[in-house]
C-alpha cells in the first residue's frame, strides 16, 4: 500500500509499505478513505515528541469503509462506512468499565498515563495511522461506529478527534449559563472548544490568537469576540480588562506545548507569545481565570520540564481539568447537533490535499501558509 512515513524532523513523504493485517480476532483492516493532519501531529513532524520512529505512519483522525475482519469481530462487516476514534482501547479494563477511554490500561505498554493512539509514536502504543491507504483497527468491535447514513463524510471525520476533543474541552471547563469563557488559541480544537461553549449556556466567548484567519474564523464560525495578543503588550491584562478585572469564569487552553518551540523554552519557561516550548498559554489561563474559576486544559502538552504557576492556582482555589478526549463519549450528543443543523463541522475545513500530496500538506500547515487552518488528506474519492 502507500502510506505517508516518517524520515526525521521535518522529513516526510509516501511510500510503498506492506498493507496491514489481521493480527487479532477482534481486529478489523479499514481501507483509508479520508484523514486530516492535526495541529498536534505536527510535534511529531517536529521532532518534538519522544519515541517517533523512522519509518511510522502518522494519522490519528479517519474515517473509511471496512475491508476485513477478525474472526471475533461481530459488529462491523466487510463493506462498512466506519469513523474511527483516535483513541484505541479495550472497553473492559478498570478505566474503559469508567468511561476513561482515553486512559485504556490494555492498549499501550509504554505508559501508565494515556492509553492507544493511532499513529503518534511509540509513547502511545506504536500503532501505524491513518495517512496512508490502509489501516489495522484493534478492538473492533469497541471503538469504531458505522457512519451513519445522512451524516457527511468530513463531518464524521473531524468527530473523530477536533471536534470531539474541542466538546470535551468545553464540558471540562463546566460552563454555567451565563458565564464568561476565553479559549486560547484557535486553530480546530479552540474553534471547536468556543463553539461549544455556546451549547453550554455561556454568556460571552472570547478567542485569543494573533493569526487573522483564525481569528475571522472564530468570529464567523465559533460566533466568537476575538482578542488578538499581538496588539496588546500584556495578555493577561487585556482579558482582565474585558471581565471588569475580575478574570473570566472559565478559561480553555486549546493551544498546549505547540510544536515550534525549543528546548531553551523548555528549560526556562521563556516567555514567549504561544511559543510552544514553554507552558504560556497554561500560565496565561491560571492567570486570566477568576478565583475560583476553572480552567480547561485541552492541549497537547508532552513532557515539560518548566515552571507552571501552580501557586496561583491553589491560591485563587482554581479548578484544573484535563484529559485525553473519550471521543466516542462525545459522539451521541455531537450527532444530535450536528443532525439537527446547528453545527457543521468541515466549515473549518480550508484545504484538501492527495495522499502523494501529504509532505507538501504538512508544510502549507506547519507554515500556516494559505491561512491554512485544516487540512483534510483525501485517500480514496471512488
Known amino acids: 500500500m502507500r502510506a505517508m512515513v516518517y524520515r526525521g ?56 469503509v471496512v475491508d476485513e475482519v477478525g474472526p471475533s469481530v461481530r459488529h462491523l462487516a466487510v463493506g462498512d462506512r466506519v469513523m474511527v476514534p483516535f483513541n484505541i482501547f479495550c472497553g473492559t479494563c478498570f478505566f474503559c468499565a469508567r468511561g476513561l477511554w482515553s486512559n485504556c490500561h490494555n492498549v499501550n505498554a509504554n505508559a501508565t498515563a494515556v492509553g492507544g493512539i493511532y499513529g503518534y509514536s511509540h509513547t502511545t502504543g506504536g500503532y501505524d495511522g491513518g495517512q496512508a491507504e490502509y489501516v489495522r483497527v484493534p478492538f473492533a468491535d469497541v471503538g469504531p461506529m458505522v457512519v451513519p447514513d445522512w451524516l457527511d463524510e468530513e463531518d464524521a471525520l473531524l468527530m473523530t478527534d477536533a471536534l470531539s476533543t474541542g466538546y470535551f474541552g468545553a464540558q471540562l471547563a463546566d460552563i454555567h449559563e451565563g458565564d464568561t469563557v476565553a479559549v486560547l488559541g484557535a486553530g480546530p480544537v479552540g474553534l471547536y472548544a468556543a463553539r461549544s461553549a455556546w451549547f453550554m449556556g455561556a454568556g460571552r466567548v472570547v478567542v485569543v490568537d494573533h493569526l487573522a484567519e483564525r481569528l475571522e474564523m472564530a468570529r464567523t464560525f465559533a460566533h ?159
Not at 483492516?29 to 510535534?43: E, K, N, P, T, W
Not at 519522544?50 to 483522525?61: A, K, N, S
Not at 495578555?235 to 518551540?261: P, S, Y
Not at 484529559?323 to 443543523?341: C, D, F, S, T, Y
Request: proline fraction near 5%.
Open 9 to 64: 524532523p521535518y522529513r516526510v513523504r509516501v511510500e510503498d509499505k506492506p498493507r496491514p493485517r489481521i493480527e487479532h480476532p477482534n481486529d478489523a483492516i479499514v481501507r483509508v478513505r479520508r484523514a486530516a493532519i492535526c495541529g498536534s501531529d505536527l510535534h511529531l513532524f517536529h521532532g518534538m515528541m519522544p519515541d517517533t520512529r523512522v519509518g511510522h505512519t502518522f494519522g490519528h483522525e479517519f474515517v473509511g
Open 224 to 382: 466568537a469576540e476575538v482578542l488578538d495578543y499581538d496588539e496588546v503588550d500584556d495578555v493577561v491584562m487585556a482579558m482582565k480588562r474585558l471581565t471588569d478585572h475580575l478574570g473570566f469564569d472559565r478559561v480553555i487552553d486549546a493551544v498546549g506545548a505547540e510544536a515550534d518551540g525549543n528546548m531553551t523554552q523548555h528549560l526556562t519557561s521563556a516567555r514567549l507569545k504561544l511559543q510552544g516550548g514553554s507552558p504560556t498559554a497554561l500560565n496565561w489561563a491560571i492567570d486570566g481565570v477568576r478565583k475560583g474559576g476553572t480552567v480547561s486544559v485541552m492541549g497537547a502538552y508532552g513532557p515539560i520540564f518548566s515552571a507552571v504557576k501552580f501557586g496561583d492556582a491553589v491560591n485563587k482555589g482554581l479548578t484544573l481539568r484535563m484529559n485525553q478526549a473519550p471521543v466516542k463519549r462525545q459522539w451521541p450528543r455531537l450527532l444530535e447537533h450536528i443532525g439537527n443543523g446547528f453545527l457543521k463541522p468541515n466549515d473549518i475545513v480550508t484545504h484538501r490535499f492527495g495522499l502523494e500530496e501529504i509532505a507538501d500538506a504538512y508544510h502549507v500547515f506547519s507554515a500556516k501558509l494559505d491561512g491554512c487552518i485544516k487540512p483534510v488528506i483525501v485517500v480514496d474519492d471512488d
